[in-house]
């Protein structure tokens, strides 16, 4: 399963939430910012290179390619 670089930061600071407890929450803030600048980027590209909009939504495809941890 595909795994953005915060995903993976914060899967490792989990492993120690006592110590990383503060990290944690900012990197998860961070996770935020990072799907904000690809969804930017999804669009841009599409838009660019076909002028049409896509057949599902930038939110659909984040949740099918990175969001598989159950929350």
Same mark, same amino acid.
């Given at each position: 399963?595909?795994?953005? /670089?915060?995903q $993976?930061? *914060?899967?490792?600071?989990?492993?120690s939430? %006592?110590? #990383? /407890?503060? /990290? *944690? +929450? %900012?990197?998860?803030?961070?996770l +935020?910012? $990072?799907?904000?600048?690809?969804?930017?980027? #999804? #669009?841009?590209?599409?838009?660019?290179?076909?002028?049409?909009? %896509?057949?599902?939504?930038?939110? $659909?495809?984040?949740?099918?390619t990175?969001?598989?941890?159950?929350?």
């Open positions: 399963m595909k795994r953005t /670089a915060m $993976e930061l *914060i899967e490792e600071m989990e492993k939430p %006592l110590m #990383y /407890a503060n /990290a *944690i +929450e %900012l990197a998860e803030a961070m +935020e910012k $990072e799907k904000e600048v690809m969804e930017r980027v #999804y #669009y841009d590209s599409f838009v660019n290179s076909n002028g049409n909009r %896509l057949s599902y939504d930038f939110e $659909e495809y984040y949740n099918e990175f969001n598989t941890k159950e929350r």
